[in-house]
């Protein structure tokens, strides 16, 4: 598995329009793109830091993931994203190490990047999500 860099740092919100006005107004970062990502039931907002991006993410339904996530934990750090050439060469990687799978195959995620989450429950209670670029 060949990990580039860290693609973003996911942090669940419940008000995508307030949060973004934060990161802009208190930290001087600029949002570059809302996207909504209907099969995922979430809006997200995305700010560069260096090579790192932040992505902000506020439910569109009360039953999504990040809803329930919020709901339990409060908002605040969702998952750590990172670079892969291959994602599915990564996925049949670290599954072949005891890695528990969200997603055994790459799916559609926002800015077009086609992604796969590991469990939390075997990576040490951190959401990871692999992305890679279209191809």
């Given amino acids: 598995m060949e990990i580039s860099h860290i693609e973003h740092i996911g942090i669940a919100v419940k008000n995508l ?5 934060y990161y802009e107004n ?8 809302v ?3 209907p099969d995922q039931k979430v809006k997200t907002a995305f700010f560069k830091v260096g090579d790192t991006k932040i992505e902000l993410l506020e439910s569109t339904n009360p039953e999504g993931p ?3 996530f919020i709901e339990k934990k409060g908002e605040g750090i969702h998952h750590l994203a990172f670079a892969v050439k291959d994602i599915s060469g990564s996925l049949k990687e670290v599954e072949g190490k005891g890695i528990q799978l969200i997603d055994k195959e790459p799916r559609k ?7 796969a989450f590991l ?8 959401l990871i999500e692999f992305c890679s670029d279209k191809k």
Avoid: Q, W
Avoid at 109 to 115: F, K, Q
């Fill in 17 to 21: 329009d307030e949060s973004i006005k």
């Fill in 26 to 33: 208190i930290l001087g970062l600029k949002c570059y793109a």
């Fill in 35 to 37: 996207e909504e990502v």
């Fill in 66 to 68: 990040i809803s329930k």
């Fill in 109 to 115: 995620g926002a800015e077009g990047l086609n992604i």
């Fill in 119 to 126: 469990h939390p429950k075997s990576t040490m209670g951190i």
